[in-house]
T-cell receptor
Framework: GENVEQHPSTLSVQEGDSAVIKCTYSDSASNYFPWYKQELGKRPQLIIDIRSNVGEKKDQRIAVTLNKTAKHFSLHITETQPEDSAVYFCAALYNFNKFYFGSGTKLNVKP | DTGVSQDPRHKITKRGQNVTFRCDPISEHNRLYWYRQTLGQGPEFLTYFQNEAQLEKSRLLSDRFSAERPKGSFSTLEIQRTEQGDSAMYLC??????????FGPGTRLTVL
């Protein structure tokens, strides 16, 4: 099966700074990597995703990079705002059917 | 509301009782997933349906757990003889062939 590791578990940044969250996966057959934002008591919401045939994807202040050789992918948030504070989860799609999630990063953006 | 819905939102039960949760996916989505999420952890995959066929089942899903999607639309997750360790948030998600999952609000189970 797949194993997804996520770091750091907590991240505190000053408003306006950048935040980077990193994930590694174990199975080279995984080919789709979404990132979710989960606010307290709410459902996970997809914020960006990347497929294995792409190295980088950007959507306004959010970007994701993928290194297939090293089997790691990262979430980059620039110009952070207090409303970015939440728990962020990475995931990897294994065998087209199963999603494996990281353990989450609690991001705190200090105003 | 055209999103994924789950019912009930909260369930409190006594150890040993059976519980059943329902998930209604987005109508055109043929893929449906169940996850369990405990505090401070990411969602753990439980099972996956494509239409009415259950194609994947995690080893986490012991013989006390069963899921169905009889007509390829809504799905139910049943836990028999609940244990305190079953207390968690049970999340349902659906997707079409594009992989992007949409999550429901979850059912929070508390086993006393």
């Amino acid at each position: 099966g797949e194993n997804v590791e996520q770091h750091p578990s907590t991240l505190s940044v000053q408003e306006g700074d950048s935040a980077v969250i990193k994930c590694t996966y174990s199975d080279s057959a995984s080919n789709y990597f979404p990132w979710y934002k989960q606010e307290l008591g709410k459902r996970p919401q997809l914020i960006i995703d990347i497929r294995s045939n792409v190295g980088e994807k950007k959507d306004q202040r959010i970007a994701v990079t993928l290194n297939k050789t090293a089997k790691h992918f990262s979430l980059h948030i620039t110009e952070t705002q207090p409303e970015d504070s939440a728990v962020y989860f990475c995931a990897a799609l294994y065998n087209f059917n199963k999603f494996y999630f990281g353990s989450g990063t609690k991001l705190n953006v200090k105003p | 509301d055209t999103g994924v819905s789950q019912d009930p939102r909260h369930k409190i039960t006594k150890r040993g009782q059976n519980v059943t949760f329902r998930c209604d996916p987005i109508s055109e989505h043929n893929r449906l997933y169940w996850y369990r999420q405990t505090l401070g952890q990411g969602p753990e995959f439980l099972t996956y349906f494509q239409n009415e066929a259950q194609l994947e089942k995690s080893r986490l899903l012991s013989d006390r757990f069963s899921a169905e999607r009889p007509k390829g639309s809504f799905s139910t997750l049943e836990i028999q003889r609940t244990e305190q360790g079953d207390s968690a948030m049970y999340l349902c998600a659906s997707s079409s062939s594009g992989n992007e999952q949409f999550f429901g609000p979850g059912t929070r189970l508390t086993v006393l």
